[in-house]
T-cell receptor, first 112, second 113 residues
Framework: DSGVTQTPKHLITATGQRVTLRCSPR?????VYWYQQSLDQGLQFLIQ???????AKGNILERFSAQQFPDLHSELNLSSLELGDSALYFC???????????FGEGSRLTVL | QQQVKQSPQSLIVQKGGIPIINCAYE??????FPWYQQFPGKGPALLIA?????SEKKEGRFTISFNKSAKQFSLHIMDSQPGDSATYFC????????????FGKGTHLIIQP
């Protein structure tokens, strides 16, 4: 158990809909990362937050947004969903935004 | 643009063999190179990491070899076991790991009994 909690574990929705994925980092970790994992693209970095502030942005679509709240949990919002958004979405956390990342077990999103 | 290229995509090795997974990077600012191991249904977990001031690092049966001039690094698994069957990802980051990790596409490793 990495200590990172992600909900929901599975989510099935329709094209055009909006979903929110939630992540609770390990106790004491200030940095949260979101990654998308698909079969053909591997692990794609989406976005990083550090103590509530956006720190780095990767290949995140404009339809996607994220935030980190004062209690350090984070949410990833995916809107106007398309079939190609079906993937595993991982949240990871680290202490100071450096070094080892601890990953949750992921949220599997299926868009029909 | 993929900044970390990983090969092979899949690998089958007999128990006791030494699987080798290779990665190459382009960004000379990268200064932190971890390997993550992922089992089905789980998130990736850190296996071993190296910084460019050393050419080799061993932790148990796992060894990273690093060639700074060639911008390549590799993972060797000594005396491989069926329990090592997993997907392995190399990654790289700058800022000593402070910036978001860029992952390779992964290697699906199967160790046959």
């Amino acid at each position: 158990d990495s200590g990172v909690t992600q909900t929901p574990k599975h989510l099935i929705t329709a094209t055009g809909q909006r979903v929110t994925l939630r992540c609770s980092p390990r106790s004491g970790d200030l940095s949260v990362y979101w990654y998308q994992q698909s079969l053909d693209q591997g692990l794609q970095f989406l976005i990083q937050y550090y103590n509530g502030e956006e720190r780095a942005k990767g290949n995140i679509l404009e339809r996607f947004s994220a935030q980190q709240f004062p209690d350090l949990h984070s949410e990833l919002n995916l809107s106007s969903l398309e079939l190609g958004d079906s993937a595993l979405y991982f949240c990871a956390s680290s202490k100071q935004g450096a070094g080892e990342l601890f990953f949750g077990e992921g949220s599997r999103l299926t868009v029909l | 643009q993929q900044q970390v290229k990983q090969s092979p995509q899949s690998l089958i090795v007999q128990k006791g063999g030494i699987p080798i997974i290779n990665c190459a990077y382009e960004n000379t600012a990268f200064d932190y190179f971890p390997w993550y191991q992922q089992f089905p249904g789980k998130g990736p977990a850190l296996l071993i990491a190296i910084r460019p001031d050393v050419s080799e690092k061993k932790e148990g049966r796992f060894t990273i070899s690093f060639n700074k001039s060639a911008k390549q690094f590799s993972l060797h698994i000594m005396d491989s076991q069926p329990g090592d069957s997993a997907t392995y990802f190399c990654a790289a980051a700058s800022g000593g790991g402070a910036d978001g990790l860029t992952f390779g596409k992964g290697t699906h490793l199967i160790i046959q009994p």
